[in-house]
Structure formats: structure tokens, C-alpha cells
């Protein structure tokens, strides 16, 4: 078993970010920053099948396990995710047991998976097929993300499934699909979350959440979540860019107070 699959099925408190920017080198950035892992948003960032590769191994240069949250359900997805040498994959939109256990066998080799042989960069491009083989289901982590009202209806039973390691908490799509958004649907959204979260846990499996903000993370980790996806390398380089913009103004505004 891999150390970082043994970390999240441990429930080892971990933090890792969103890496969306489509470059090798934001990539490393990110893994320096100390980092316990990145995820790889092939969902929603602008990232060609390709590119997920270069990636993954920028992250393995400085030895910060790379996941990547696939672009739906598809086991093709899920497969080229896990060929790139990815540690894990992260399943969005997970709303029934039916689609999470098709996860698990999308990510896992025979006899507990359907997944495909292949001589891709995580079986050393076919040279090292049997040592993958061996080690491969034992070192992957699989994540799926609960984030509909049906999800949140279901959770009792996605959370049983067999093979599952992660079940992440999406507040933001969540919110949209339980009609929880903005203020007024702050109580109703938390509600939500610690009841997937409480679940989660009687289960015993692992709980995971997207936080935008450290605070948030310190919310969760009080009721019992252990696994964090804090923001993004374009939301800290955003928020960074922002901030010393702000910074140097006053500095200005200080020297000529004109």
C-alpha cells in the first residue's frame, strides 16, 4: 500500500489544493509549496488528455502524490487518469451506490475491478506490467464526490459501497441542487454537509471536503472530516496577485498622500 493511500484511509488529517493551470510548471510550484497532495482538475479546467501526464509526473519529480478529479463517470476517463502514474482519481457527481461501485471497478484490476491492462506510463510504458499489477489496487485511492440532492438522499448507501476510500464533499454544487445558496441556505448547506460527513464516517470511511478558505478546513476537521482540497493555484495566485497589488498601492498612497 502506497503512504498516501495509507495516510487517507487512515484518516491522517491531509491538505492538499486543486491544480487547474494546464503547465508543468504551476505543478511544481504548487508541489513545493508543501502540499500534501494536488488533485488535477480534469474536470473543469482546460487540460488535454496529454497534458494530465505532464502533470502527474511534475508532481512526481518532487514527490507529492497527484490525483485527478475526471471529467464524469466514464471508465475510459478513469483508466487514462490512472495510466498517467496518477495516485488516485477523484469521481464527480456520485448521486447513486450503482455509480460509485462502477468507480471502484473502473479503478481496480481484477478480481475487485474492471480495469484494463495497459502499457501506459504507470506500467513503465508495458516494461514493468506485472510489478504494476501487483501493487496497483492496493496503491490507488478512490474518491468519489457527493455534491446532488440525490447523492445527499442516497448517502447511507454510496458510503457503503465496498472499495471506496473517499467520500468528498462538492459544497458548491451541492448548494445549487439542495437550493442552499448564498446566506440565506448557509444552515440548510451545513446541515447537509455534516450529514454526509457523520455518515461518512459511521462507515468508516474517509470524509474529504473542498474548503476556499483555511478557516473552513478547521470547520469540518471539528466534525470529523480528515481530508481537504483547500482552493486552487488560480484562486491563491488570484488572491496573491490581489493582495500585493493592494499592499504595494498603500505603500504609494503612503509616500504621496495626495
Known sequence: MSEFRRK????SSLVGSFAAIPHPVAVEVMALSGLDFLCIDWEH????????????RAADVHRVPAMVRVPGHAPEAIQAALDSGAHGVLV????TPAQAAMAVRA?????????????????????????????????TVVAIQVETVEGLANIDAIAAVEGVDVVFVG??????SIDAIGPKGAEKLADAI???IG?????????????ASPQTVGQWAAVGASFFVLASDTMFLGAGAAANHAAARAELAREDPR
Open 45 to 56: 479546467a482546460q487540460i488535454s488528455r496529454e497534458m494530465i501526464e505532464t502533470m502527474v
Open 107 to 139: 479503478s481496480r484490476y481484477p478480481p475487485r475491478g474492471e480495469r484494463g491492462v495497459g502499457p501506459g506510463r504507470a506500467a513503465g510504458y508495458g516494461y514493468r506490467i506485472p510489478e504494476y499489477l501487483a501493487g496497483a489496487n492496493e496503491r
Open 194 to 196: 455534516r450529514r454526509i
Open 8 to 11: 487517507c484511509i487512515g484518516k
Open 92 to 95: 464527480p457527481r456520485v448521486s
Open 199 to 211: 455518515v461518512t464516517i459511521a462507515h468508516d470511511k474517509t470524509s474529504g471536503i473542498f474548503c
Open 171 to 176: 459544497p458548491g454544487d451541492l448548494s445549487v
